[in-house]
């Protein structure tokens, strides 16, 4: 059975950073996994898509609230997936889900990841 485990959310003054990481466990890349990503939901709001990738090296997908801000990767053989997040704002107050699944061609839709984490908690403020 695929587990993930996040670590590295916090609290944040606007304008820092923060890296997030996703251990992984029982991952068969290309047998039950060929995705990965980072989902979030505020409260109040509905889970949405933050950054993913498909772990054979096929392609990233950032969402538009990520682009140019976070950067998603990957290092298959210690089965880790990080978010680095650079310049956060106060909206990017979430908890953050790691994600992986076998993905078909709408990688960016939740409905792909079969395997989620527990969560960790991103609160940017002053």
């Known amino acids: 059975q695929v587990r993930l485990v996040e670590s590295g959310g916090g609290s944040v003054q606007p304008g820092g950073s923060l890296r997030l990481s996703c251990a992984a466990s029982?991952?068969?890349?290309?047998?039950?996994?060929?995705?990965m990503g980072w989902f979030r939901r505020a409260p109040g709001n509905e889970r949405e898509g933050v950054a993913v990738l498909r772990t054979g090296g096929g392609g990233e997908w950032y969402f538009d609230t990520a682009k140019g801000r976070f950067t998603i990767s990957q290092d298959n053989a210690k089965n880790t997936l990080w978010l680095q997040m650079n310049r956060l704002k106060p909206e990017d107050t979430a908890m953050y889900y790691c994600?992986?699944?076998?993905?078909?061609?709408?990688?960016?839709?939740?409905?792909?990841?079969?395997?989620w984490g527990q969560g960790t908690q991103v609160t940017v403020s002053s």
């Open positions: 029982g991952v068969a890349y290309g047998v039950n996994v060929n995705c």
């Open positions: 994600a992986a699944g076998l993905c078909g061609d709408r990688v960016t839709s939740l409905d792909e990841y079969q395997y």
